[in-house]
């Protein structure tokens, strides 16, 4: 059996140890920022002057900038023409040089969707592809070594089908499925957020199983699918004091809740909270009467590591490190993946 994957998102004020570095395989640095004149920012990154240390404590790591738009449109606009995708490419490849980085990740949220509030295009689904073989040539490119460039992508159905997956999988290795917000700002129903599987009675029905298997049939090969896992919570609030708040409607979405370490300090059994497990959907919730909070924890993660080992997927990331300075959930992936 190959090595799993354990990956971890790491923004500024990160708070990587030794010991968190020698766990983990990657380090998916959050973030630098793609302009309009498609130029890439990544001045503001602690990790470059942390780069040394990091693969002092582990050689083997591999450290990859993530990239996100600073413009709403910048993606869009720089996936469009050849002119522009030629300039993304060859910017890559020069953060590879410069930095010393391991590779880029292209956080795009999301091709042809224009709800987060871009200005996407129905032409999005081909240009990404375009945009995509840009990038892998200017990577291959720069010195015979191999670099890598992976995706993180939305882990549903509209994800699916604004983008071409076989075609992009030419130029990948491997896609990060932000398996979690599958309950959101998005959803008026107090639900799982990163759910291994649905619960029955849920009328939003998605889940970490369900999203890995519709890429799996897009054409995504399974080795190369990494699922998410989530370091912090969802919240909803004014929920109706029935069948412990879960699958409750409520009038507005979910919001971002406390992350794991707060959580673990002050409201697992604490303050009024409950904790709840599903074991449909092997997943926890918290629940005041009133306040709904979905989470992971040691214990639906021990499932999602057991579930990626059985049925062969490459391993697992989440978002994001500084939610857990505990450690509990780091230990506990670590530990179930490398069984």
Same mark, same amino acid.
């Given at each position: 059996?190959?090595?799993?994957?354990?990956?971890?998102?790491?923004?500024?004020?990160?708070?990587?140890?030794?010991?968190?570095?020698?766990?983990?395989?990657?380090?998916?640095?959050?973030?630098?920022?793609?302009?309009i004149?498609?130029?890439i920012?990544?001045?503001?990154?602690?990790?470059?002057?942390?780069?040394?240390?990091?693969?002092?404590?582990?050689?083997? *790591?591999?450290?990859?900038?993530s990239?996100v738009?600073?413009?709403?449109?910048?993606?869009?606009?720089?996936?469009?023409?050849?002119?522009?995708?030629? *300039?993304?490419?060859?910017?890559c490849?020069?953060?590879?040089t410069?930095?010393?980085?391991?590779?880029v990740?292209?956080?795009?949220?999301?091709?042809?969707?224009?709800?987060?509030?871009? #200005?996407?295009?129905?032409d999005?689904?081909?240009?990404?592809?375009?945009?995509?073989?840009?990038?892998?040539?200017?990577?291959?490119?720069?010195?015979?070594?191999?670099? +890598? !460039?992976? *995706?993180?992508?939305?882990?549903?159905l509209?994800y699916?089908?604004?983008?071409?997956l076989?075609?992009?999988?030419?130029? +990948?290795?491997?896609?990060c +499925?932000m398996?979690?917000?599958?309950?959101?700002?998005?959803?008026?129903?107090?639900?799982?957020?990163?759910?291994?599987?649905?619960? &029955?009675?849920?009328? !939003?029905?998605?889940?970490?199983?369900?999203?890995?298997?519709?890429?799996?049939?897009?054409?995504?090969?399974k080795?190369?699918?990494?699922?998410?896992?989530?370091?912090?919570s969802?919240?909803?609030d #004014?929920?109706?004091?029935?069948?412990?708040? +879960?699958?409750? *409607?409520?009038?507005n979405?979910?919001?971002?809740?406390?992350?794991?370490d707060?959580?673990?300090a002050?409201?697992?059994?604490?303050?009024?909270?409950?904790?709840?497990?599903?074991?449909?959907?092997k997943?926890?919730?918290?629940?005041?009467?009133? &306040?709904?909070?979905?989470?992971?924890?040691?214990?639906?993660?021990?499932?999602?590591?057991?579930?990626?080992?059985?049925?062969?997927?490459?391993?697992?990331?989440?978002?994001?490190?500084?939610?857990?300075? &505990?450690?509990?959930?780091?230990?506990?992936?670590?530990t179930e993946?490398?069984?």
């Open positions: 059996m190959s090595k799993k994957i354990l990956l971890a998102y790491a923004g500024n004020n990160a708070g990587l140890t030794k010991e968190d570095c020698q766990k983990l395989t990657h380090i998916n640095v959050a973030f630098g920022g793609l302009n004149d498609y130029s920012n990544v001045e503001n990154l602690e990790m470059l002057q942390l780069m040394d240390k990091v693969r002092e404590w582990n050689p083997d *790591i591999k450290i990859v900038v990239i738009p600073s413009h709403p449109d910048a993606f869009t606009l720089g996936c469009a023409s050849e002119q522009a995708r030629e *300039i993304i490419g060859a910017n490849a020069e953060l590879i410069k930095y010393h980085f391991d590779g990740d292209l956080d795009w949220e999301y091709p042809c969707v224009p709800s987060n509030g871009a #200005n996407t295009s129905p999005d689904k081909h240009n990404f592809t375009l945009l995509a073989e840009s990038i892998r040539r200017h990577l291959d490119a720069i010195d015979g070594n191999h670099y +890598l !460039f992976t *995706i993180a992508a939305g882990a549903d509209y699916v089908e604004s983008v071409e076989p075609e992009l999988m030419k130029y +990948l290795d491997y896609i +499925l398996t979690y917000d599958l309950k959101c700002g998005f959803h008026a129903l107090a639900g799982h957020h990163t759910q291994l599987y649905s619960s &029955t009675g849920d009328v !939003f029905r998605n889940s970490c199983d369900q999203a890995l298997r519709l890429f799996h049939a897009a054409g995504v090969p080795e190369r699918l990494l699922m998410g896992a989530a370091f912090y969802r919240k909803w #004014n929920i109706q004091d029935r069948n412990h708040g +879960l699958l409750q *409607i409520c009038k979405g979910g919001g971002y809740g406390p992350r794991y707060t959580l673990a002050e409201y697992i059994n604490k303050n009024g909270y409950v904790r709840y497990w599903d074991d449909e959907a997943a926890p919730w918290l629940f005041n009467g009133s &306040t709904f909070l979905s989470y992971d924890d040691p214990e639906s993660l021990t499932a999602k590591a057991e579930y990626v080992i059985r049925e062969g997927y490459g391993g697992i990331f989440y978002w994001e490190h500084v939610c857990d300075s &505990t450690k509990t959930l780091l230990n506990t992936l670590y993946l490398n069984k």
